[in-house]
């Protein structure tokens, strides 16, 4: 098993911490948790987590390294980091947003691979849709970097181009399925459930949804013909709702939200 340093402890590197460890993809002890304040830190070094606000040594000390920081947080770490940066040695995972892998190798040194990673706050129940990409990653660590994340939910590999679509779609995504959940609790309140019913049976509906489709490997389409019949309340509600532009309003949210991050992260740099 690796050494791995996570630079920038926050919700998604501990989320991704534990993830590793609870598959025994990595040892409590392999692993560095690096954060200024070391304070909020303390039950995971309880249970066995190395911590340190050293950035430099953990790195010197990991086979792979992982920076978790703000985006306006970035530049002073990878200054502080890059002396001991090993291009034979070190395979360096970004999951912040906007940056690219060739940003990381300006500062680190264009022989050093790079793989980013964008998962979603579905990371912190182990259910996150992470999509990776690399310019420069071999095969094996692409498939080490794949192992990882699929300890905290599923995997897929894009073009680095894609990266702010993938944010529109499964970032940005989390809050357009939760707020279909909302309307259609709220149209359960209406039609004569108490709301924390009406909440409870639109979010098992919409779990139940999702693992059809997971688990029989079937398009959307399919299992709805599964419940409309002739003349039925499905088609009825299913066309009414398209009617007022459900499934439009919809991708059109989704393109917006994938120009509106392009702007952002052009901004960034």
């Known amino acids: 098993m690796k050494k791995i340093t996570i630079i920038g402890s926050g919700n998604i590197g501990l989320s991704l911490a534990k ?3 609870k598959a025994n993809f990595a040892k409590v002890a392999d692993i560095t948790l690096t954060r ?58 970004s999951v912040i947003s906007g940056v690219s892998c060739a940003a990381v190798k300006d500062k680190l040194g264009n022989n050093v691979e790079v793989v980013r990673a964008m998962p979603n706050t579905a990371i912190a129940i182990g259910q996150s849709m992470t999509c990776i990409a690399t310019d420069n990653a071999t095969a094996e660590n692409i498939a080490e970097v794949t192992k990882m ?5 599923s995997v897929v590999k894009i073009n680095e181009d894609l990266m702010t679509s993938a944010t529109a ?11 279909s959940i909302r309307a259609a609790s709220q ?23 999702a693992d059809l489709l997971l688990l029989n490997g079937t398009h959307p389409e399919t299992e709805i013909d599964k419940v409309t019949s002739p003349k039925g309340c499905t088609i009825a509600g299913l066309n009414e709702m398209e009617h007022n ?11 917006l939200s ?12």
């Open 169 to 179: 779609l499964c970032a940005c995504g989390i809050a357009f399925f939760l707020r």
């Open 245 to 255: 532009g459900f499934s439009s309003s919809l991708i059109k949210g989704i393109k």
């Open 36 to 93: 200024r304040n070391l304070a909020n830190l303390k039950s995971f070094e309880e249970v066995g987590f190395v911590i340190s606000n050293d950035n430099k040594a953990s790195v010197a000390n990991a086979e792979i390294v992982i920076l978790a920081v703000l985006p306006q947080q970035l530049n002073s770490v990878l200054d502080e980091i890059a002396d001991a940066i090993d291009p034979t040695k070190h395979l360096i995972i």
């Open 187 to 209: 149209g359960g309140v209406e039609i004569g459930f108490h709301a924390d019913e009406a909440l409870k049976m639109a979010v098992q509906t919409a779990k139940g949804a």
């Open 258 to 269: 994938a120009l509106k991050a392009g702007n952002l992260y052009t901004k960034e740099g």
């Open 19 to 21: 993830g590793l460890v």
């Open 149 to 153: 994340f699929e300890t905290v939910g």
